[in-house]
């Protein structure tokens, strides 16, 4: 059994994660407002873990400008699709093995 | 670092709270461009059938079937890449429709005003019933609309056209802009 994605692993990110693999790969993603409703972070908080997570290679994320209004798009990358993947698996694999 | 079996659950279980919003959140998004569209269909149907009668006559048909092509254009769309169009979907719709025609035109005797408050508590009604499975959200647009348009049946007179302009048309307008911030 794989060990645990340090990256992954902690719950900001593995709800970005999460969240991030539950839309299609050919989405555009998502952006941060709804990011941030989603996991309850705060702006600098999940702006943080983003940096963390594209550093990682597991996220791309994208700038731009929406009606004048700057928009930040987010989405996982196949990388990170793997990982979160394999961080799942060894989540699963240590309840069953309780 | 050690993880115990409590922890892996309560984790995946937050897993799958963030996955079930984001799905709901999509099938919201999708859901409140079909009902602003319908919005605006129902807004120049409802409102030239109360400023221009005589010239609306039978053509209202055609107002709906560009919502229905419309709608059919939506889910296409936003339809994930490679699936095919939500047969399911459209098969409720034409259910409903099949059920609806049966009783203004056969069975009812619905006169105008009834046919004009008919139609649209019948799909409000797939909406309060869509929400027990999509979310609360569709729940509430579908009571919250039926229920105002039943108060203009009963007591807005000669203006119960406009007051169905208003509120199916405006009312979705507005839902739909609620339901794609919710």
């Known amino acids: 059994m794989d060990g645990p994605d340090e990256v ?13 693999t539950a839309c299609d ?8 407002t ?39 798009t987010v989405k996982a990358s196949a990388q990170g699709r793997a990982a979160f993947a ?8 240590i309840i069953e093995g309780a | ?22 799905k709901q959140s999509r099938i919201y998004r999708s859901a409140a461009l079909i009902i602003i569209l319908w919005g605006v269909v129902n807004l120049v149907r409802d409102a030239l059938i109360a ?15 560009l919502g229905v092509i419309g709608t059919i254009a939506i889910l296409s769309r936003t339809a994930v890449a490679g699936a095919r169009l939500p047969l399911r979907t459209l098969a409720a719709f034409l259910l409903f429709y099949a059920f609806g025609w049966i009783w203004a035109n056969l069975l009812g005797g619905f006169g105008p005003r009834e046919q004009m408050a008919f139609w649209p508590t019948l799909f409000l009604f797939g909406y309060a019933l869509a929400g027990l499975w999509f979310g609360t ?25 406009l007051w169905l302009a208003l509120v199916a048309g405006g009312g979705f307008i507005l839902c739909g802009l609620w339901m794609r911030r919710a």
């Open chain 1, 86 to 93: 394999r961080h799942v698996a060894f989540l699963k694999a």
């Open chain 2, 51 to 65: 400023l221009a009668p005589a010239w609306v006559g039978p053509r209202w048909f055609v107002i709906d079937a």
């Open chain 2, 137 to 161: 959200a569709f729940s509430a647009i579908g009571l919250g609309l039926t229920a105002l348009i039943l108060a203009g049946y009963v007591w807005s007179g000669a203006a119960f056209p």
């Open chain 2, 1 to 22: 670092m050690t993880i115990r079996s409590d922890e892996a659950a309560a984790m995946l279980a937050d897993v799958d709270s963030v996955v079930a919003k984001v």
């Open chain 1, 34 to 72: 709804h990011l941030k409703k989603l996991t309850g972070a705060t702006d600098g908080n999940l702006g943080a873990h983003l940096d963390h997570l594209a550093r990682a290679g597991y996220v791309e994320v994208s700038k731009a400008f929406v009606c004048r209004r700057p928009r930040t």
């Open chain 1, 25 to 32: 790969p050919s989405d555009e993603g998502l952006d941060f």
């Open chain 1, 8 to 20: 992954v692993h902690q719950p900001v990110r593995l709800r970005v994660m999460a969240a991030l």
